[in-house]
């Protein structure tokens, strides 16, 4: 057995009340797709979320939602989006990995609960997601 040198360990921190607000607010836009800006910020690999933002002229639809990027403002704290499946498969799609924003992106499917939600990296990687 070869131990290397240990890298940091990604990893997703999310707020309790945080992932309470998602939930919720996919929840009301089912059946069509929910999505939210996720604020926070990232440290040795740790991302950390902490607020929500609701991105200015949104589009949604049972199989699509995005906003257009260029209305957003310049912002650091703006770490990844999530979004709903309301199909109920937590996989990104072609199209979200194509519309990938920030670092982080959260895909929550129905039935919408504290299980179905996960985190992915910009080349469709699963991140480890912990709620606290
Ligand atoms: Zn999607």
Redesign the pocket.
């Known amino acids: 057995m070869i131990f290397k040198k240990k890298r940091f360990e990604r990893k997703v921190i999310l707020q309790k009340n945080v992932l309470d607000s998602i939930l919720s607010y996919c929840q009301m836009k089912h059946p069509n797709?929910g999505i939210l800006i996720l604020k926070g910020k990232s440290k040795n690999g740790q991302i950390k979320i902490d607020g929500l933002v609701i991105p200015p002229f949104n589009y949604t639809g049972p199989t699509f939602?995005g906003f257009p990027h260029s209305f957003l403002p310049f912002d650091l704290s703006y770490i990844g989006i999530v979004?709903s499946?309301p199909s109920g498969s937590a996989e990104?799609?072609v199209?979200?990995l194509h519309n990938f924003f920030g670092l982080v992106s959260l895909?929550v499917k129905s039935p919408y609960d504290d299980d179905s939600i996960f985190a992915w990296d910009s080349s469709g990687n699963s991140i480890s997601l912990s709620i606290e």
């Open positions: 797709e939602a979004h499946h990104p799609s199209t979200d895909i």
